[in-house]
T-cell receptor, first 112, second 112 residues
Framework: DADVTQTPRNRITKTGKRIMLECSQT?????MYWYRQDPGLGLQLIYY???????NKGEISDGYSVSRQAQAKFSLSLESAIPNQTALYFC???????????FGPGTRLLVL | QQQVKQSPQSLIVQKGGISIINCAYE??????FPWYQQFPGKGPALLIA?????SEKKEGRFTISFNKSAKQFSLHIMDSQPGDSATYFC???????????FGTGTRLTIIP
């Protein structure tokens, strides 16, 4: 079983709709992240959480919100989706001991 | 402001050749430099990482070279194979912080 899972894997939505992307991890890590990937731009940090009570904005948080429901669960919401939020979204966790980051398989989002 | 600059954007190498991808960073607080490999439809996966106390780290056919004074680091793939065809991302962070800043990616194609 995958250590970091994301649902859904693909989503098509319309402008103005609210959508939620979910992430679960079985690695037991406290630290979780949401990244967005666009061609030619690499991965940009949206939000991150170092424990259940800690939520921090990343480089590109505008238009997004997150919820850390438990150590293992970290959700990303688009309150009112717009076409330029069409991208590949990745959830990740990190190990504070060796610093390695583990990514989920990604959610491909298309906003029409 | 792009804190980690990666080049080239794409690279084609013959099988058996050496693939070289370069990155430069600006933030002198960065002290952890990983490389990630991403195959189509998958999340990035940690390939190899280096701390600035060494100038080179080798794992199999993959080597990171690090130049602290120039604030540059590079990935060398020796004896490149078609299975190495993927997108490679360099990244950097303040190790205690673990928020990775990524380069824009290099799409590597190994041709027979």
């Amino acid at each position: 079983d995958a250590d970091v899972t994301q649902t859904p894997r693909n989503r098509i939505t319309k402008t103005g709709k609210r959508i939620m992307l979910e992430c679960s991890q079985t690695k037991g890590h406290d630290r979780m992240y949401w990244y967005r990937q666009d061609p030619g731009l690499g991965l940009q940090l949206i939000y991150y959480s170092f424990d259940v009570k800690d939520i921090n904005k990343g480089e590109i948080s505008d238009g997004y919100s997150v919820s850390r429901q438990a150590q293992a669960k970290f959700s990303l919401s688009l309150e009112s989706a717009i076409p330029n939020q069409t991208a590949l979204y990745f959830c990740a966790t990190s190990d504070p001991v060796w610093g390695g980051m583990s990514f989920g398989p990604g959610t491909r989002l298309l906003v029409l | 402001q792009q804190q980690v600059k990666q080049s080239p954007q794409s690279l084609i190498v013959q099988k058996g050749g050496i693939s070289i991808i370069n990155c430069a960073y600006e933030n002198t607080a960065f002290d952890y430099f990983p490389w990630y490999q991403q195959f189509p439809g998958k999340g990035p996966a940690l390939l190899i990482a280096i701390r600035p106390d060494v100038s080179e780290k080798k794992e199999g056919r993959f080597t990171i070279s690090f130049n602290k004074s120039a604030k540059q680091f590079s990935l060398h793939i020796m004896d490149s194979q078609p299975g190495d065809s993927a997108t490679y991302f360099c990244a950097a962070s303040d190790f205690g912080n673990e928020k990775l800043t990524f380069g824009t990616g290099t799409r590597l194609t190994i041709i027979p």
